[in-house]
């Protein structure tokens, strides 16, 4: 067998996401066609499972389904980022039916954040999608038959290839000729074993952002991949980020953009949420350097203090010392 990236980097991942709870199935067994962004098999069982009205009429999780896909086949008309956005809306509890007593709306569970144990997280291979073309993405991890995360793998042994190659690949060709196959897209990632960089949809290559910032301490550039690899695409992780740490935004030419944490934003914003959620809230120092994205970090620290149920909406207040960063942290807020 060829040392390449189909039996390395792709396997490699593919192999340790099952040791931190991803169940691989591998696309051939995958109860889906090809021409399905969802597996809507198990999205049903999702749906049924989260939710007692829909236990009640299971065919209630097919008019959930309908409106899910409503949502794919808009990306032609409004855009990727857009519907990206809206997707992420409905996941993340804004979708209600008239599943209820008397036609009362009820909220709908697609993705339990919650109990995070309650959702099925399932891996797979070369999983390929054909809508007005074909193409096949290296490892998708997908929630409750939902594919959240995309990756595409390159060979190491190339000296010319890297990281970069992956990344167009994503950004200039799949997001472009398969766009509904990111509607539901949390982040991508790339790599040729030796870095490993993850981006947002239509976010440039050259915006993406290794996960994490320390000084590799593996035995091998690859071992340091599959370390950050795991550390990013856990479950748990995965869905905060889907949760807390995406934002959507208008830029300066008016093109809808998406933006997602950094590590040291989310290692950051984390702790905070936390030191708050234990009453430890007189003290405590986050130290930034220009540019290293202080004002998202606020953003998604208020975002994730906001959501927290054991806080209960609580106020945020942020002080600036001036004119100019008051000015700035609004727009960044707004």
């Known amino acids: 067998m060829s040392f390449d990236e189909a039996n390395t980097i792709r396997d490699g991942i593919r192999d340790h996401l099952q040791k931190i709870g991803w169940e691989y199935v591998p696309r051939s067994r995958l109860p889906r066609s090809e021409s399905d962004v969802l597996v809507e ?73 919650v109990n995070p144990e309650s959702n099925h997280f399932v891996t797979t291979t070369e999983y390929s999608f054909a809508g007005a073309a074909a193409r096949r993405a290296d490892n998708v991890l997908l929630v409750n038959g939902i594919p959240l995360v995309v990756g595409e793998c390159k060979t190491p042994t190339r000296p010319a290839v890297t990281w970069l190659d992956a990344a167009r690949q994503i950004h200039e060709d799949y997001e472009q000729n398969v766009p509904a196959l990111f509607v539901p897209n949390v982040f991508s990632f790339a790599t040729e074993g030796k870095t490993f960089y993850y981006g947002a949809v239509r976010a440039p290559p050259d915006i993406w952002a290794p996960w994490r910032e320390e000084e590799p301490a593996g035995p ?9 690899a795991m550390n990013l695409l856990a479950p748990e992780t995965v869905l905060d980020i889907l949760k807390n740490f ?52 606020m953003v998604f620290a208020a975002q994730k203090l906001r959501l927290h149920p054991a806080l209960k909406n609580p ?20």
């Open 41 to 113: 098999p198990y999205l049903r069982e999702a749906l049924i499972r989260l939710n007692p009205e829909i236990a009640a009429r299971p065919d209630r999780a097919d008019e959930v389904i309908y409106k899910l896909r409503t949502i794919l086949l808009s990306v032609q008309s409004e855009g990727l980022v857009r519907s990206n956005e809206r997707f992420a809306e409905i996941v993340c509890g804004g979708l209600s039916m008239p599943f209820g007593e008397n036609y009362r709306h009820v909220p709908v569970t697609i993705i339990d954040f």
């Open 220 to 228: 091998s550039p690859l071992a340091d991949v599959i370390e950050t």
């Open 246 to 297: 995406s934002l959507f935004a208008t830029d300066k030419k008016n093109r809808k953009i998406k933006v997602i944490c950094r590590h040291q934003q989310y290692d950051a914003a984390n702790k905070i949420v936390q030191r708050v959620a234990d009453g430890r809230v007189k003290k405590g120092l986050i130290w930034h350097f220009q540019g290293s994205g202080k004002s998202f970090l």
């Open 315 to 334: 106020t945020v207040i942020v002080v600036v010392d001036r004119t100019d960063l008051d000015t700035q942290i609004s727009a960044t807020f707004n």
